[in-house]
């Protein structure tokens, strides 16, 4: 009976702890709360079934858990993503080594399942493999070779699923053997499906693979008879679905052409920040930081756009010093937050709130668009294709119709970038050749230090304290 | 290995729990796409019970190895997957109290 109690409380916890999670205000105690609905889960089945075998459990607790602790805590705000597509992926593993394992028991499966065993090592091992070709994605590890792209992609991956059918018949068949082809084909089909993915979208098929992870776990649950895990998977495959659904609409995105239409600006030049593609661009301007202090200084708006290329310079920091050296100055400042800005929804909210800037501060979109027109300078640092005018202009580009920040409305607008290489979507930026933009080319931090030093020999942060301590 | 319940009212779980995620996760704020993510991928590695009843009912070394395997990988999407949505929060948190 007690352990009756103890499950159903934790399924409360769970479906409380996925509410709240989805409010800024309670969103870090349910986290703590679907925690303790897990921990409450472990001691209730405990409870059930005794402490047999308990050396084993100690062993995969200690390596487990361990290593997840200490890569959670260790790991870079800015690896956010990739991190949760690895934590994503050992799920699925999870679930795949359970079915495997469920299958030589010596009591014999009924047809529910064997069915379950079914879909757990598919969608397990799917959902490994797609995770881990995410994480090489987002680690850029892995590019999306051209010859992903052809249309063959799709024969190909339909016949590894009709593959995988056929072994899954077999296996209902009574030839369990099969689960070995099967889990080979799946952990194939799972790569051949995230492959051509571009890395843009990579976000959305984390999601979409966390609940696919969510069904694997839903699937486990009908193989060991657990209730409780049938409801948590079930619970997490839906809403991760709802999840994924909010992003590409985020992203105006639908599901289908990022799963299908392979990756944004294909075959035109490989991502990253390499040199090429510096001759596509004919009229740009560049200046030095000490022209862009001069802007600065005489600005009474300014609007900074962060990016992915300020995370990965770890310039959070700098800009939260250029910003109130600038307040100091009587300037107003504030942040433009791009919804799909950095490599994952939310991910520039995260790194600005590490670097405590203060939340009033951080806009959103669709309330700074209309000031864009009234503002003196834009700072736009390591943006890209959350920039691109060619969003709303052009209406062959790959990126049409996704909403972006009206940068090129400001009077001036800085770039702060490496190179004048392409972006994560791999397509080329109107705005770096507008009038009134200027090219500040450098590793985002090394430029907000030089601001911060010119504005400094401007007299700007001593004025500033020299007006306090009038007041 | 059986439940409380048998086949078909479980599947009445699995509906019942679709529909029930499906209503709690309505408007999500951008600020708390990956967070929220991240916290669903923690609770999904809820395949530990799965593993721990492996582990307990196997008969052999062999068997309670993958178990213990299985154990380890879903261990580690949630200790990781939890302390890691909990860095994110604390961020959010600082910040509310400015």
Redesign the interface.
């Known amino acids: 009976m007690i352990e ?1 109690t103890i499950e159903l409380g934790s399924v409360l916890l ?2 409380f ?3 709240g ?5 309670t ?2 105690s ?3 709360l ?2 303790l609905a ?1 921990g409450l ?2 001691v209730g ?2 409870l059930q ?2 402490l ?2 308990w050396p ?2 100690l ?3 200690g ?3 361990g ?3 200490v ?3 260790r ?1 870079a ?1 800015t690896s ?2 990739e ?2 597509a690895l ?2 992926g ?2 699925g ?3 795949l ?2 079915a ?3 299958v ?4 014999p499966l ?1 047809l ?2 064997q069915v379950s065993v079914l879909v757990s090592v598919l969608v397990g091992a799917i959902t490994f493999s797609g995770s881990l070709v995410a994480m090489g994605k987002l680690q850029e590890w892995l590019g999306t070779p051209d010859w992903t792209l052809r249309p063959q992609r799709h024969a190909v991956n339909i016949l590894l699923a009709l593959a995988c059918l056929a072994c899954c018949a077999l296996v209902l068949k009574g030839v369990p053997v099969a689960l070995a082809p099967l889990t080979v084909l799946a952990l194939l089909l799972g790569v051949g499906l995230t492959l051509p993915v571009g890395g843009a979208d990579m ?1 959305v098929v ?2 979409l693979l ?1 609940s696919y ?2 069904v ?3 699937a ?24 994924t659904q ?2 590409c609409t ?1 992203m105006n995105r639908s599901l289908t052409s990022v799963l299908f239409g392979g990756a944004l600006g294909a075959g035109s030049s490989q991502t990253g920040d390499g040199d090429g593609g510096r001759e596509e661009y004919t009229n740009v301007t560049s200046c030095s930081p000490e022209e862009c202090a001069l802007t600065l200084e005489a600005a009474e708006r300014v609007i900074f756009v962060p990016g992915y290329g300020l995370a990965v310079a770890q310039a959070q920091h700098s800009l939260k010093e250029l910003a109130r050296l600038l307040e100091q100055h009587g300037i107003e400042v504030r942040y433009a ?1 791009h ?2 800005a950095g490599r ?4 520039m ?2 790194l600005l ?2 670097a ?4 009033d501060q951080l806009v ?1 979109m669709d309330a700074i668009n209309p000031d864009f027109p009234r503002t003196d300078v834009v700072i736009v640092l390591g943006a890209n294709d959350v920039v691109n005018p060619r969003a709303k202009n052009d209406p062959a580009s790959p990126l049409y119709g996704m909403p972006v920040l009206e940068v090129d409305q400001a009077r001036t607008v800085f770039v702060v970038k490496r190179s004048l290489g392409s972006g994560y979507a791999g397509i080329r930026n109107d705005l770096f050749e507008l009038p009134q933009t200027s090219m500040v080319f450098g590793d985002a931090k090394q430029v907000l230090q030089s601001l911060l030093q010119e504005l400094r020999s401007l007299g700007v942060g001593k004025v500033a304290a020299g007006a306090g301590a009038s007041r | ?5 048998g ?1 078909t009212a ?2 009445w ?10 209503e ?36 052999t070394p062999a ?34 109290a ?1």
């Open positions: 009756l769970l479906a702890g996925l509410k999670l989805a409010k800024i205000r969103a870090r349910a986290n703590g679907a925690a897990l889960a472990v089945l405990l079934q005794g047999g075998g084993w459990m062993l995969g607790l390596i487990g858990g290593l997840g602790a890569l959670a805590l790991v705000m956010m993503p991190t949760v934590f994503n050992c799920g593993m999870s679930s080594l359970v495997i394992g469920a030589q028991l010596p009591t009924n529910v399942g976000p984390i999601s966390n992870s969510g694997a776990a839903a486990a649950g009908f193989v060991v008879g657990s209730e409780l895990l049938i409801v948590a998977g079930a619970m997490v495959g839906a809403a991760g679905l709802i999840l909010v992003m985020a937050i919804p799909v994952m929804p939310g991910h909210n995260v709130a590490e405590d800037v203060p939340y959103e | 290995m059986s439940g409380h319940l086949g479980a599947l779980v699995l509906v019942l729990g679709s529909l029930l995620g499906l709690l996760i309505g408007k999500v704020p951008p600020t708390l796409h990956t967070p929220l993510m991240s916290g669903a991928n923690a609770i999904s590695g809820i395949t530990l019970l799965a593993a721990l009843a492996l582990i307990g009912q196997a008969p068997l309670k190895l993958i178990g213990a395997v299985a154990l380890g990988f879903a261990l580690f999407n949630v200790v990781g997957g939890f302390l890691v949505t909990d860095r994110m929060l604390a961020m959010f948190r600082r910040r509310e400015n």
